[in-house]
C-alpha cells in the first residue's frame, strides 16, 4: 500500500474502507480513484545532471501496459567493465491504485538502481477491479518476454540477462510470487534471461481465517482489515473468497511450481516489519518455502509498518542488505 496514511478516520475501530481508500464505489461495481499522488516524467537525457537515467517504453499497446526503465549512470559510463544486474519491480497499492510514475514509485526505484546499482525495469501492470486478477499476473509474465526479445539498447547494452531478479512490494510482492511461480514453469523459454531469484517486500497476502498478527493490528493506521478484505473483494476473480490460491499461498495450487522454484536453485528474499497486519501470512510463506527446500533469506524488522520500506532512510537500508543478496 506504501506509507500514505489516507483517510481521516484510519486506525478506528470499523474503518469504512472506501473513505480510507479514497474510492467510490458505483453501484455497478467500477470504482472512482479520488486518491492522486503526483506523477514524474521520465528523464532520458544523458547531460541531465541526474545520477539515474529513466525511460517509459511500451509493452502491450493494446493493454496499455508499458515500463519505465532505470539506468544508473554508473553502467552508463563504463558498459563494459561490468555489466549491471536487473530488478524486474512491481509496485504496490492493493492491486487497485498507483502506477510506475508515481513519485513515490519513481523515487524508490531510482534510489534502488543508484545504490545498488542495476538496472530497474518498473512494470506498470492493468489495476483492479477494471482488471481482475491473474490480470497483473499476466502482464509481468509478459514484461520478462519483453525484456528476453526488445532490442532496447539500455538492456542489450548494459544488462547482465544472467542475473535477472523479480521483486515487489506490497501488492506487488504478490504479484511478483505468482510470476514468479509462472516464470518458474517456462524458465527455458525466458533465455538468455536468468532469473536468480524473487524478492517479496511486506507482500500482500491474505486468507478467510485470520491470522494472530491480523487480529492483533485489525485496526491499523495504515491497513486495517476492513481495507484488505475490501482490496481482495476487487481484485479476486469474481465469486471467489481471500482462500483464493491467488490470495492465500499455503492453500490450493502452486505445489508444481514451487518445485520448480527448488528446482531452478533460485533464492527468494521476503522482507516484513513485525507491527505489519500481514506478518503472519509472510512468516507461512517462508515456513512453506523451505519445508519445499527452497532457499530462503528471511529478513524481518522490529516495530515498523506496512510500506515503511519505502522510507528513504529504510530503503537506503535495506538496499545494503539487497546488495549481499544480489
Given at each position: 500500500?506504501?506509507?500514505?496514511?489516507?483517510?481521516?478516520?484510519?486506525?478506528?475501530?470499523?474503518?469504512?474502507?472506501?473513505?480510507?481508500?479514497?474510492?467510490?464505489?458505483?453501484?455497478?461495481?467500477?470504482?472512482?480513484?479520488?486518491?492522486?499522488?503526483?506523477?514524474?516524467?521520465?528523464?532520458?537525457?544523458?547531460?541531465?545532471?541526474t545520477?539515474?537515467?529513466?525511460?517509459?517504453?511500451?509493452v502491450?499497446p493494446?493493454?496499455?501496459?508499458?515500463?519505465?526503465?532505470?539506468?544508473?549512470?554508473?553502467?552508463?559510463?563504463?558498459?563494459?567493465?561490468?555489466?549491471?544486474?536487473?530488478?524486474?519491480?512491481i509496485?504496490?497499492?492493493?492491486?487497485?491504485?498507483?502506477?510506475?510514475?508515481?513519485?513515490?514509485?519513481?523515487?524508490?526505484?531510482?534510489?534502488?538502481a543508484?545504490?545498488?546499482?542495476?538496472?530497474v525495469?518498473?512494470?506498470?501492470?492493468?489495476?483492479?477491479?477494471?482488471?481482475?486478477?491473474?490480470?497483473?499476473?499476466e502482464?509481468?509474465?509478459?514484461?520478462?518476454?519483453?525484456?528476453?526479445t526488445?532490442?532496447?539498447?539500455?538492456?542489450?547494452?548494459?544488462?547482465?540477462?544472467?542475473?535477472?531478479?523479480?521483486?515487489?512490494?506490497?501488492?506487488?510482492?504478490?504479484?511478483?510470487?505468482?510470476?514468479?511461480?509462472?516464470?518458474?514453469?517456462?524458465?527455458?523459454?525466458?533465455?538468455?534471461?536468468?532469473?536468480?531469484?524473487?524478492?517479496?517486500?511486506h507482500?500482500?497476502?491474505?486468507?478467510?481465517?485470520?491470522?494472530?498478527?491480523?487480529?492483533?493490528?485489525?485496526?491499523?493506521?495504515?491497513?486495517?482489515?476492513?481495507?484488505t478484505?475490501?482490496?481482495?473483494?476487487?481484485?479476486?476473480?469474481?465469486?471467489?473468497?481471500?482462500?483464493?490460491?491467488?490470495?492465500?499461498?499455503?492453500?490450493?495450487?502452486?505445489?508444481?511450481?514451487?518445485?520448480?522454484?527448488?528446482?531452478?536453485?533460485?533464492?527468494?528474499?521476503?522482507?516484513?516489519?513485525?507491527?505489519?497486519?500481514v506478518?503472519?501470512?509472510?512468516?507461512?510463506?517462508?515456513?512453506?518455502?523451505?519445508?519445499?527446500?527452497?532457499?530462503?533469506?528471511?529478513?524481518?524488522?522490529e516495530?515498523?509498518?506496512?510500506?515503511?520500506?519505502i522510507?528513504?532512510?529504510?530503503?537506503?537500508?535495506?538496499?545494503?542488505?539487497?546488495?549481499?543478496?544480489?
Amino acid at each position: 500500500m506504501g506509507v500514505l496514511k489516507l483517510g481521516d478516520n484510519a486506525g478506528q475501530a470499523n474503518v469504512d474502507p472506501r473513505n480510507h481508500l479514497q474510492i467510490i464505489q458505483h453501484s455497478d461495481g467500477t470504482i472512482t480513484r479520488q486518491f492522486k499522488t503526483p506523477e514524474v516524467p521520465a528523464m532520458s537525457d544523458p547531460s541531465s545532471p541526474t545520477d539515474v537515467l529513466t525511460k517509459d517504453i511500451i509493452v502491450n499497446p493494446d493493454k496499455n501496459t508499458w515500463v519505465r526503465v532505470y539506468l544508473p549512470r554508473e553502467g552508463l559510463d563504463s558498459p563494459a567493465i561490468n555489466k549491471l544486474p536487473l530488478v524486474v519491480y512491481i509496485h504496490g497499492g492493493g492491486f487497485v491504485l498507483f502506477s510506475a510514475a508515481s513519485k513515490i514509485i519513481h523515487d524508490y526505484c531510482f534510489l534502488m538502481a543508484r545504490e545498488l546499482p542495476c538496472i530497474v525495469v518498473s512494470l506498470e501492470y492493468r489495476l483492479a477491479p477494471e482488471h481482475r486478477l491473474p490480470a497483473a499476473y499476466e502482464d509481468a509474465v509478459e514484461a520478462l518476454n519483453w525484456v528476453k526479445t526488445s532490442d532496447e539498447e539500455w538492456l542489450t547494452k548494459y544488462c547482465d540477462y544472467g542475473n535477472c531478479f523479480i521483486m515487489g512490494s506490497s501488492a506487488g510482492g504478490n504479484i511478483a510470487y505468482h510470476t514468479g511461480l509462472r516464470g518458474a514453469m517456462i524458465a527455458a523459454d525466458l533465455e538468455p534471461l536468468k532469473i536468480k531469484g524473487v524478492v517479496l517486500q511486506h507482500a500482500f497476502f491474505g486468507g478467510v481465517e485470520r491470522t494472530e498478527s491480523e487480529i492483533r493490528y485489525v485496526n491499523d493506521m495504515v491497513m486495517p482489515m476492513t481495507v484488505t478484505d475490501f482490496l481482495w473483494e476487487l481484485s479476486l476473480p469474481d465469486g471467489a473468497d481471500r482462500d483464493h490460491e491467488y490470495s492465500n499461498p499455503t492453500l490450493g495450487g502452486g505445489s508444481k511450481a514451487l518445485d520448480q522454484v527448488k528446482s531452478l536453485e533460485w533464492t527468494v528474499m521476503i522482507v516484513g516489519s513485525e507491527n505489519d497486519p500481514v506478518v503472519d501470512r509472510e512468516r507461512d510463506l517462508v515456513k512453506l518455502m523451505k519445508e519445499k527446500g527452497i532457499p530462503v533469506v528471511d529478513h524481518f524488522s522490529e516495530g515498523g509498518y506496512h510500506g515503511d520500506f519505502i522510507e528513504s532512510l529504510r530503503a537506503q537500508d535495506f538496499f545494503v542488505t539487497m546488495k549481499k543478496y544480489i
